[in-house]
């Protein structure tokens, strides 16, 4: 069983930038793709960015491309989501996610096995 721990969450201003981690417990984690997905207040939880087991593929959604980027240290055991030009829309509970065994639907939730706990992030205007 992956634990996922999220970090670096916190209150910033619009057009500032943060860094999350996920640390996992597992070092296993080097063979699992990542993601992290994010919840805004009142609306379902949604795709942010995924990473494949040697970070050479990157995925990312709409909203967040060209502003996020996520990669990963294996050596760490630690997946990261710099963030940058952050909006008030980004705001949201921002939760990482581990995918043993890709079946084809790198968006959904029911694509991974390992959830974190959650890191808030609110962005101010």
């Known amino acids: 069983q992956v634990q996922l721990v999220e970090s670096g969450g916190g209150l910033v201003q619009a057009g500032g930038s943060l860094r999350l981690s996920c640390a996992a417990s597992?070092?296993?984690?080097?063979?699992?793709?990542m993601a992290w997905f994010r919840q805004a207040p009142g609306k379902e939880r949604e795709f942010v960015a995924r990473i494949n087991w040697n970070g050479l593929n990157t995925y990312y959604a709409s909203s967040v491309k060209g502003r996020f980027t996520i990669s990963r240290d294996n050596a760490k055991n630690t997946v990261y989501l710099q963030m940058n030009s952050l909006k008030p829309e980004d705001t949201a509970v921002y939760y990482c996610a581990a995918d043993p065994a890709y079946s084809g639907s790198y968006s959904q939730e029911y694509e991974y096995d390992y959830w974190g706990q959650g890191t808030q992030v609110i962005v101010s205007s």
């Open positions: 597992e070092r296993t984690f080097s063979m699992y793709a």
